[in-house]
């Protein structure tokens, strides 16, 4: 599932880059190019930055 329609950014890659170390919403936008657009994709994110975080 896309989670960031301008960037082409699927839920998997963002899991994966978050699995990397990419510990914050800073790093996720510097490591993909998450949320550098239209910005509507950010919550998603960092929905999914939290439940990922929360599992570590
Ligand atoms: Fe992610 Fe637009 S959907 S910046």
Do not use: H, W
């Amino acid at each position: 599932m896309y989670v960031c329609l301008c960037k082409g950014i699927t839920e998997r890659q963002l899991k994966a880059a978050i699995a990397e170390g990419n510990a914050d919403f800073m790093d996720l936008k510097r490591e993909l190019g998450a949320g550098s657009q239209c910005g509507k994709c950010i919550p998603v994110a960092l929905a999914i930055l939290a439940e990922e975080t929360a599992k570590n």
